[in-house]
């Protein structure tokens, strides 16, 4: 278990907050993410997958209602953006994360429900939650019934151990480097679930002022617990910061000649969480800095830790975030990750995913976690229309275009609007009866690849065909397949 502890430290063990976490052991948040799990969401724990998939209960029967779990979940991609916020910070929330953090919420799955009413149409909701119902008693046998009264004793434990802990100003230290807003009064809920195996995988999730955390029963490795909660809590102070702050902090990037700030601005939230909490609030937990890897994405991994002394002198400091610092930041990416840029492993983390009627975008997103750690993802099926062009020349990552030879004139209005494009115009229409991958830099360092398909069914091997090739090949933008 690497997700626990460093909260209710911060939280709770200085009568100076009026912040308080509340722990929770819940069935039905344990039974929603268990088969959100085991229906192949990408960045849940591959552990708990595992425990499912080598079950007697791994039957076709029930890949089959674990299929139908998917498509249905297809509804819950949808949202709403707070108002006021740069574009590329993506304030707001989906319904997806609003039924995770409402199912930490709920006593049972009939309150479950009552609490997530209306977010998606009715039929859709009723045969929703007749599936969760319909895996209650397998998550019962399978996990709850055999680890409920361990994931219990494990929470008593941390409740124990915390308060012999002292590290009551780092909380605020934090939050005045992020230039955060956070009521003191706003409680942290975390829910807790059982993974029954003592080493694997785990995650966590942040959204806003609820926690999900994967508890690997049997792990005791308090230090790591320290750093993961921290990174966690890191990501709920980054999203808590004001507009004003905000587009301060685009503006410094955006405002950058150097061909790194994009990609230093894509990787800089979790490259500050992973400084901040697997190297600074370890360090103090422990008295030294984890000489193994910090983060399990090596870009991540190597840019945090090139960018660590310069967050602990301004946490030391007690200084906010500048644009010295972002200046600093972009330096130290373009030197530590000169080759990233190019790298398809590093662009394919976190993108903007368009497509068209004749492809679901949600066939494309697996398809490409089967090769790429996909992070994040945002994605339509209209690749021309003004709203994808406001996100096209808006967002911090990289766009990804997919279409047919039937449906190539969708990629030709943006030509008026990306330069890049206009650029490569003939190129492009000379090839599209041909199955290809066109990748290029812009001028300012944004990365754009567009995968035409000759037919469909081509794109599981164009996909593969993409992490073979490894990188943008400056002198060869597009290849032919």
């Known amino acids: 278990m690497k997700s626990l502890i460093l909260i209710a430290v911060l939280l709770s063990s200085s009568p100076s907050f009026a912040v308080e976490v509340e722990y929770t052991v819940s069935k039905t948040h344990g039974l929603y993410v268990f088969v959100e799990t085991i229906a192949e969401n990408g960045h849940r724990s591959k552990t708990l997958r595992a425990y499912f998939e080598n079950s007697k209960f791994n039957t076709k029967k029930n890949r089959k209602k674990l299929a139908r779990f998917r498509e249905l979940k297809g509804h819950l991609y949808k949202g709403y953006n ?22 930490g919420y709920a006593q049972s799955l009939k309150d479950f429900q009552s609490r997530v009413k209306n977010l998606i149409p009715i039929p859709v909701e009723k045969e929703f939650f007749e599936l969760l119902a319909y895996f209650k008693p397998i998550y019962e046998k399978l996990i709850w019934e055999e680890n409920f009264s361990r994931l219990t004793a494990y929470k008593e434990k941390i409740e124990k151990v915390v308060s012999k802990k002292k590290l009551n100003t780092m909380f605020d230290q934090a939050k005045t480097f992020y230039g955060a807003t956070w009521p003191d009064d706003m409680k942290f809920r975390i829910g807790l679930y059982p993974i029954p195996a003592a080493i ?3 995650s966590a999730e942040s959204i806003g002022s609820f926690e999900s955390v994967g508890v690997l029963l049997g792990d005791e490795d308090v230090a790591s617990t320290f750093a993961v909660i921290f990174h966690e809590l890191c990501h709920s102070l980054y999203g808590a910061q004001d507009a004003k702050m ?27 969480a992973t400084a901040i909490g697997n190297g600074w609030a370890f360090y103090a937990a422990v008295g030294e800095l984890d000489d193994g890897s910090w983060y399990n994405f090596p870009y991540t ?20 975030i500048d644009k010295r610092f972002i200046r600093s930041v972009i330096k130290t990416f373009s030197k530590t990750l000169p080759d990233s840029i190019y790298e398809y492993d590093n662009l394919m983390n976190r993108i903007l995913l368009l497509t068209n009627k004749k492809i679901n975008p949600r066939d494309v997103d697996r398809e490409i976690r089967k090769h790429f750690r996909l992070q994040s993802v945002k994605s339509g099926n209209k690749i021309s229309n003004q709203k994808s062009i406001n996100l096209i020349k808006s967002l911090f990552r990289t766009a990804v275009f997919v279409t047919t030879k039937e449906t190539f004139s969708d990629i030709e209005p943006l030509t008026e609007h990306i330069s890049l494009f206009k650029d490569n115009q003939r190129l492009l229409a000379e090839n599209k009866e041909s199955s290809f991958i066109f990748s290029a830099l812009d001028k300012k360092g944004r990365p754009f690849i567009h995968i035409n398909l000759r037919e469909s069914s081509h794109l599981p091997e164009v996909i593969k065909k993409l992490k073979a090739l490894g990188k943008i090949e400056q002198e060869k933008k597009i290849h032919l397949l």
Do not use: C
């Not at 590329?88 to 929330?93: K, L, N």
């Open 200 to 202: 694997g995988h785990s």
């Open 301 to 320: 991994d190597v840019f945090a830790k090139a960018i660590y002394q310069d967050v602990n002198v301004y946490l030391g400091k007690g200084r906010r």
């Open 82 to 103: 707070y108002s006021g916020y740069p574009i590329a910070r993506r304030m707001g929330i989906d319904a997806d994360k609003a039924f995770v953090a409402q199912s």
């Open 246 to 272: 905000q587009e301060k902090f685009e503006k410094w990037f955006s405002d950058s000649s150097s061909p790194y700030a994009t990609q230093t601005y894509m990787n800089i939230n979790e490259g500050l």
